[in-house]
Every structure is written in structure tokens, then in C-alpha cells.
């Protein structure tokens, strides 16, 4: 159906009703057969013009196959792609819908329920365990290498950021004007990638958590499915929830994973790790990078 995940019921009942309608309404109906992401992202009067009928023609097809009206035969279309079954410009196009229609108030909610529910489901399939696991590889590595591009970039930037202050050898890739495999050139079984890419997988990624295997580097990855290629060949995998009504996945349970990712890590970690931090906080005080407040 076009990449939706709209249930096949709808589109075969429609389907099945086509000898049944007027020819003008079986025009409208084999658009929308054609044509099912349109539906969700389209108003009556677009979908009448691409189907070249009139708007209420749409609307009574819509009442031949059981519904009330075009709206309430849109709503499952609509809920396809506000689960993420739509490709990245139809779910901006919803988005849009909706502030013309001016339901800003149902995407507050369902934002703030993607949310919650996105850490509640990313942290219930993951154990103390495992985590415990993947933090005393990481913290017996020689180096550890985070790899994250597109928007996942910042976010392997900012667990490096936040790891760095206390230990000395992580590093974010790829480095400015190089590419993953290259900074991964001489790593081998004393050093750890942790790699994040969500659908659509990004090339650059898979490949360099491939060659990374090759090398006999140790893998932590994080994807959004347990299908994912950077999964398959991970020796600690996390599996993440990034629904949201938006047009690109939530980064919120991969930084959070991060985030206790790190505390593990500094929990396994020996007393110098403490002294570190310490001491990076301390010169940053020194060197006056902190506000001061007044006594």
C-alpha cells in the first residue's frame, strides 16, 4: 500500500465496491487506491481536484464503503502516518494540516505522549544487565569511538562531551573533513564503537560497524529496531523507541540511553575517574568558564 500501514480492510473494502459506484465516484476511488498517503495529508478539495471530481463525489465515496464523511475516513490515514508509517515529507504535509485546521492542542498531546511512552517502551526491554555489561567494556577499552551522523551526530557528540570529562579517550565521529571508516583505520580488539542510526539506516554507519567487526573492534549499538543492520552485528545491542508525530524520529530515548549508559560506566569505573572530573571542573572554575554567583 505505498509504504502505509493503513489496514488493508479499508482499501479492500473500497476495493471491492468499485463496480458498485458511479463513475465518478469510482474515479475518486481509484485514486485514493493509487494513491493512499495523499489521503492522510490531503483535504476533500485536493483530493477532488487530483481525482479531476468534485468534492462531493470524495465524500460519497467515502459513505459507499461504511464511513460518514471524508474526515472520518482520512482518520486512519491520518494515524498511519502519525505513527511513523509515512515517509518524511508526508508527515511534515500532516503536520501542516494540522496547524490549518488548528488542532495545535492534539499534537501537543500526542508529542507529550510520544514522549513518555518512547523512554517507558525503550527502557523496559533493556536490563541493569545488559547495561552493566556494555559499560565495563567500555571502560576497559583502550579508546571508544561514538559514531552518530545526520541529527545522530550531535548526539554522539554530547555523550563524548559529557564522557571526556573524565575519561581521556573517547572520541566523536567522524572528525571534520573525514569519514568513519578512515577514523576507524587503526582501531582493533582494544578499542569499542558505539554506533546509533535509526530508519532509514544511514550507509556510512552500517558500513563502518561492519569494518569495525572486521577489525575485532567490540560494537554497542543503538537502533530503533532489532532488525537493524548495526544490531545484527552488535556485541551489545540496545533497541530504542523513537515514535513522534513529527516528521523525524525523537532523539529522547537515545540520549537518555546515553545518559545511563554513562552513569554505568562511571559506576564500574575505578576512584580515579572521580578525580578527574574533579579536576576538569576545577580548572574550568580557574580559567573563570563558569558564571560566577555572588556571595
Not at 567522524?174 to 582501531?187: E, F
Amino acid at each position: 500500500m505505498n509504504g502505509t500501514n493503513v489496514s488493508n480492510s479499508i482499501l479492500e473494502r473500497l476495493a471491492g465496491e468499485l463496480s458498485e459506484l458511479t463513475p465518478e465516484a469510482r474515479k475518486a476511488a481509484t485514486y485514493v487506491l493509487e494513491n493512499p498517503r495523499d489521503v492522510g495529508v490531503s483535504t476533500v478539495r485536493e483530493i477532488a481536484e487530483a481525482a479531476n471530481v468534485k468534492p462531493n463525489t470524495v465524500v460519497r465515496m467515502a459513505r459507499q464503503v461504511g464511513f460518514e464523511g471524508y474526515e472520518d475516513f482520512r482518520a486512519p490515514f491520518r494515524e498511519a502516518i502519525r505513527r511513523g508509517a509515512a515517509d518524511f515529507p508526508d508527515r511534515a504535509r500532516w503536520l501542516q494540516d494540522i496547524r490549518k485546521t488548528g488542532d495545535l492542542g492534539g499534537l501537543y498531546a500526542d508529542m507529550v505522549h510520544d514522549v513518555l511512552q518512547n523512554i517507558e517502551d525503550t527502557f523496559a526491554g533493556i536490563s541493569a544487565q545488559e547495561l552493566n555489561t556494555a559499560a565495563e567494556a567500555i571502560w576497559s577499552a583502550r579508546r571508544v569511538f561514538t559514531l552518530g551522523v545526520g541529527v545522530n551526530h550531535s548526539v554522539a557528540r554530547n555523550f563524548t562531551y559529557l564522557a571526556s570529562t573524565g575519561m581521556t579517550e573517547f572520541h566523536a565521529i567522524p572528525r571534520p573533513g573525514s569519514t568513519p571508516v578512515d577514523d576507524l583505520a587503526w582501531a582493533d580488539a582494544q578499542d569499542v564503537l558505539i554506533a546509533v542510526t535509526c530508519k532509514p539506516f544511514r550507509s556510512e554507519v552500517v558500513e563502518a560497524v561492519r569494518i569495525a567487526k572486521e577489525q575485532g573492534m567490540t560494537i554497542v549499538s543503538i537502533s530503533d529496531s532489532p532488525a537493524s543492520p548495526i544490531i545484527l552485528e552488535a556485541d551489545h545491542s540496545f533497541v530504542v523507541s523513537v515514535e513522534t508525530p513529527q516528521f523525524f524520529p525523537s532523539s529522547v530515548s537515545i540520549i537518555a540511553l546515553l545518559e545511563t549508559l554513562l552513569s554505568f560506566v562511571i559506576a564500574v569505573a575505578s576512584d580515579e575517574i572521580v578525580e578527574r572530573v574533579e579536576t576538569f571542573h576545577k580548572r574550568r572554575h580557574q580559567l573563570g568558564l563558569y558564571h560566577a554567583e555572588d556571595a
